[in-house]
């Protein structure tokens, strides 16, 4: 598998930016990721650290689930990966997690997103509320919040990426 970055475009109008850069950070995370074995994308970044690029596409999962499903339509979309037994359950991982399971729900959540935010405009206010806050967000919000989360996430995965395989990028 390829993973294709596309540059968002340069002159859009606004939606189409913001869906562009979220698209782009998707893309990157899947590129950071590409042509590992198992074993390379379950590896620790550093002791003590737990954060792997397995887990980070956990996390990524869930997070996608939290804001495009929970908040912004109200489904009961329980977390995949964590509890509150365990709120790093992400990035715990055990020999049974694969890629190809990490990815596939990755994937299923980031189609469902993308299908949720076409049902609203950048304006519209989610359905749903923070399950900490009680807070409601704009859909421009939560891909603004999407863009910093994964922009955040890639920086940690071009550390753990350089160190597996000495693989460098942007």
Not at 32 to 52: H, I
Not at 58 to 73: A, G, I, N, S, Y
Not at 89 to 101: Q, R, Y
Request: aromatic share 8%; net charge negative; with cysteine.
């Amino acid at each position: 598998m390829t993973t294709e970055r596309h540059e968002p475009a340069t002159t859009a109008d606004e939606r189409t930016m913001l869906e562009g850069w979220l698209e782009y950070h998707r893309q990157t995370l899947a590129w950071k990721c590409e042509g590992l074995s198992n074993e390379q994308l379950r590896a620790a970044s550093v002791a003590p650290s737990e954060l792997s690029l397995m887990g980070l596409v956990r996390h990524m999962t869930d997070v996608e689930r939290h804001w495009f499903r929970r908040v912004l339509t109200n489904e009961d979309a329980p977390p995949i990966h964590w509890s509150d037994a365990d709120a790093d359950g992400d990035f715990h991982l055990t020999e049974a997690d694969t890629w190809a399971d990490a990815h596939a729900a990755w994937q299923a959540e980031i189609g469902t997103a993308r299908r949720n935010a076409a049902r609203f405009g950048l304006d519209d206010i989610s359905e749903g509320k923070h399950r900490r806050t009680g807070e409601r967000f704009s859909l421009r919000w939560l891909y603004l919040h999407m863009i910093e989360e994964y922009a955040r996430h890639n920086g940690h995965a071009d550390l753990i990426r350089e160190r597996i395989d000495g693989a460098r990028g942007d």
